[in-house]
């Protein structure tokens, strides 16, 4: 069998992954216009975000898919009460499956608690009148853990060069061109999940200090703080939810480790707000991130609702795996209302399988 990752140009691939995504995009869009297929939107949607903001004009963004325009927001959720979702609250989720009467539901997550979100996303969801779950993680809020992609994106961007050692020693790590940077932050991104997360992290932070970038500085500037959270949680329309101490992926920690840093992060937000959370997500909630382990501890810890990153829409069949619910993610290299209707439809997930 031929490698195409290993003869093709990573920008070539990449530029053909958004092609083959855009088609199948249109074409679930045009099979939910034409009515086909409409068992696969079963009972609704869990959607993700994490940054919304006004379109960045940076010149490398790695994680661009994680962060939508405003204006994109408000046509994802028309869109939504066109097509004849009730937006509820992601606490209300178990109740709207075990009811399967009424309309499809649509509930909206924002990760990490960027304060874009209520910056620009707030008055958006006020417009609305649309209810929303910010996942919140200590180390961010309090500034004691950094934002490993963040960081790293700014200072790849930055730069022409680095010098690094993935574990064979150091390296030259060209930066010359788009496609190098791309390269450099994928194999930072694969040290993460390859070896300890912690050490991984440690060794970027370093990496990025000795290059004149605060790490826990730039924590604090993207993030709300505990002032903020707690003020955000007053409104009528917000609710905060757990997402771990240090989100690192929970799957690849100790059974006590992973049962802390959820237990501590429920803590943490009932101390914020006097309210005990009763929802949370993994940290990156791939499979790879997270598992059926993850999901009974966090069952066993008196969450009705986690959430993963897994993509796809919800039926009845998921009252019985309610700490392992999927998520639908609004990318930002995606941001068509009609996709949001293709996506909410479950036709993508449905021609995927």
Not at 99 to 104: S, V
Request: glycine letters at 8%; aromatic letters at 8%; a neutral charge.
């Amino acid at each position: 069998m031929v490698n195409l990752k290993a003869k093709l140009p990573a920008a070539w691939i990449r530029g053909l992954k958004r092609q083959v995504t855009t088609t199948g995009l249109e074409a679930s869009a045009a099979l939910a216009r034409a009515g086909m297929l409409a068992g696969a939107r079963g009972r609704g949607s869990i959607f993700t975000l994490h940054h919304v903001r006004p379109k960045q004009s940076l010149a490398f963004q790695p994680s661009g898919h994680l962060e939508v325009t405003p204006e994109f927001l408000a046509d994802a959720i028309e869109r939504l009460s066109a097509d004849g979702y009730a937006f509820v609250p992601l606490d209300d989720v178990p109740e709207r499956l075990a009811n399967p009467a009424g309309q499809p539901f649509a509930a909206f997550t924002l990760d990490d608690g960027y304060r874009n979100n209520a910056e620009h996303a707030l008055p958006v969801f006020e417009r609305y009148g649309v209810p929303f779950t910010v996942f919140v993680a200590r180390g961010f809020a309090e500034r004691t853990h950094s934002m490993w992609w963040e960081t790293m994106a700014d200072l790849i961007g930055r730069e022409r060069e680095l010098s690094f050692d993935f574990g064979n020693g150091p390296e030259r790590i060209e930066l010359g061109c788009e496609e190098q940077k791309f390269d450099a932050f994928d194999r930072f991104a694969d040290l993460v999940f390859r070896d300890d997360e912690a050490s991984a992290v440690s060794r970027m932070d370093a990496l990025v200090r000795s290059h004149g970038i605060d790490p826990l500085q730039m924590t604090a500037d993207l993030t709300m703080d505990r002032a903020e959270l707690r003020e955000l949680s007053r409104h009528k329309l917000a609710t905060l939810g757990a997402h771990t101490i240090s989100h690192r992926a929970v799957g690849r920690l100790s059974e006590a480790q992973a049962r802390a840093e959820m237990s501590s992060s429920a803590d943490y937000v009932q101390e914020l707000t006097g309210i005990r959370p009763t929802t949370i997500a993994y940290p990156y909630g791939t499979r790879k991130a997270v598992g059926e382990r993850d999901y009974r501890i966090a069952r066993d810890l008196g969450f009705s609702v986690a959430v993963t990153t897994q993509p796809g829409t919800i039926c009845e069949k998921w009252l019985t795996r309610l700490t392992g619910l999927p998520r639908i993610s609004l990318n930002g290299h995606y941001q068509r209302a009609r996709y949001v209707s293709a996506l909410a439809s479950g036709i993508p997930f449905k021609l995927a399988r």
